[in-house]
């Protein structure tokens, strides 16, 4: 047979012409950076589990924020540590609470940051679970008028999107009303339409001090057997006014945003979380790989499966990199 008309290579020749005909381009305007932040002035704690990412007080926040933006990096989402903890998580709705203030204060120092927010009350309570307790069980329908209140604070403060990641039954519909009734249309939500009952959340534990201290989260958070479920969850979401959908964990997960991108015209999410972000850091750390390019190889993946939006805790380093 004669040597095939097409030789792939040829679009390969360069680096040149790699760029022009690439497929998928990532770069800082797809990043959002995740960032926690506790009570104190003056704190920056290292999170041991998690090289390079700290617990901040609101005024090192701001300093942290400033150097996102500066690199071009569109978004962060806010992630609180309250001093006090109970079993309603009242913290969690306080409107002088540590993530409004810090809202509050990025809006101050960064006015164009677009500042997202966790909408759910597991850092908040002692018990270490996302909604309310009963006996030994996570009751849905009580905690979903927690969820609006808190929204309806951080939106107040000045929160751009409210970013519920309960996976109570309900809770958008519960956080859209609320919020439409209070003045606040134009806040968006971002739902973790898709998140998942995985292993690889340890390491957050430890940054938000936030794991359960009975029995686990199988209840609310999604099997990881399921992709079909992952649809439905989706679809629920959109028809309750969600604007954003978010699809948790990212990389075990590829498959799922996929899914999602391919059936529903919505903007996506998808979470790199702290257990991908800390395995990255620790064969980086032996020397096993180069960690950079590893780093934007796994960015550059999550967007190649459908993702718009990704947010991780490698949001700084990646930014710096694709800035050149």
Known sequence: MPFPIHRPRRLRKSAAIQRMVRETVLTPDDLILPLFVCEGKGVRTPIGSMPGIHRLSV???AKDVQEAYALGIPAVILFGIPDHKDAHGT???????VVQRAIREIKSKVPDMVVITDVCIDEYTD????????????VNDPTLELLARMALT????GADIVAPSDMMDGRVQAIR???DGDSHQSTLIMSYAAKYASAFYGPFR????SAPQFGDRRSYQMDPGNSDEALREVEQD??????????????????IIRRVRDTFPVPLAAYNVS???????AATEKGWIDGDRVMLEILLSIKRAGAQMILTYSAVPAARLLNG
């Open 59 to 61: 005024d090192q926040l």
């Open 91 to 97: 913290e969690a709705y306080n409107p002088d609470g």
């Open 127 to 138: 018990h270490g679970h996302c909604g309310l307790i009963e006996g030994d069980e996570v």
């Open 154 to 157: 951080h939106a107040a403060a």
């Open 177 to 179: 009303q609320a919020l």
């Open 206 to 209: 430890e940054a938000a001090d």
């Open 238 to 255: 959109i028809e309750e006014g969600a604007d954003i959908l978010m699809v948790k964990p990212a990389l075990p997960y590829l498959d």
């Open 275 to 281: 257990g991908e972000y800390s395995m990255l850091q």
